[in-house]
């Protein structure tokens, strides 16, 4: 059974930093790109960013609105990707979800499978 | 970035009935776009991938169509646990990008 189990969410500080785990079980994870999608409470779905498969290029793409603040990787040994969010803002806080893109497996970008989400909550 | 740009925002509607929910992009997207159902306090599900194609486990009562600028999605009649929030997202080109929602209430 394919599982995704998003941890190390909380309140943070703006300005502060914070580093989200996606940890996967249930498939290959090495063969599947990842990607990270958030929600304000309240509002609607934003794609967050995205990492390729190491046959790939192991390489990212992000939103205009964490572009250079926050980072994903991955480690492949571990089944983790992982979301490093630096210089965070009020405007950050949101439920956090990883999900699994089977694109190198199957051809077609979509988000087949969900983790459950984490909240974090950017605040003084 | 491509905008994504669902109507309606909110709908109304009875069990058994047919509903349409149209997403139009920005630009042409070939048919590079999903649908997903969302309910609250839970995480979206996949419903309609690549426009058109049914993701295993989702009941044929969900079709999309649409290439390009125009797509939909359809359910034929609407069953009890199909009240929920429905997102199209494009993922032709990055920054992938959602559309604002579609709730879907009782009427």
């Known amino acids: 059974e394919v599982q995704l189990v998003e941890s190390g969410g909380g309140l943070v500080q703006p300005g502060r930093s914070l580093r989200l785990s996606c940890t996967a079980s249930?498939?290959?994870?090495?063969?599947?790109?990842m990607s990270w999608v958030r929600q304000a409470p309240g509002k609607g779905l934003e794609w967050v960013g995205f990492?390729?498969?190491?046959?790939?290029?192991?390489?990212?793409e992000y939103a205009a609105s964490v572009k250079g603040r926050f980072t994903i990787s991955r480690d492949d040994s571990k089944s983790i990707a992982y979301l490093q969010m630096n210089s965070l803002k009020t405007e950050d806080t949101a439920v956090y979800y990883c999900?699994?893109?089977?694109?190198?497996?199957?051809?077609?970008?979509?988000?087949?499978?969900w983790g459950q989400g984490t909240l974090v909550t950017v605040s003084s | 970035a491509i905008q994504m740009t669902q109507s309606p925002s909110s709908l109304s509607a009875s069990v058994g009935d047919r509903v349409t929910i149209t997403c139009r992009a920005s630009?042409?997207?070939?048919?590079?776009l999903g649908w997903y159902q969302q309910k609250p306090g839970k995480a979206p599900k996949l419903l309609i991938y690549?426009?058109?194609s049914l993701q295993s486990g989702v009941p044929s009562r969900f079709s999309g169509s649409g290439s390009g600028t125009d797509f939909t999605l359809t359910i034929s009649s609407l069953q009890p646990e199909d009240f929920a929030t429905y997102y199209c997202?494009?993922?032709?080109?990055?920054?992938?990008?959602f559309g604002q929602g579609t709730r879907l209430e009782i009427k």
């Open positions: 690549a426009a058109s």
């Open positions: 630009q042409g997207i070939r048919n590079d």
């Open positions: 990492i390729r498969s190491k046959a790939y290029g192991g390489t990212t």
């Open positions: 999900t699994r893109d089977p694109r190198n497996v199957v051809g077609v970008d979509m988000f087949d499978y």
């Open positions: 249930g498939f290959t994870f090495g063969d599947y790109a």
């Open positions: 997202l494009q993922d032709y080109n990055y920054p992938f990008t």
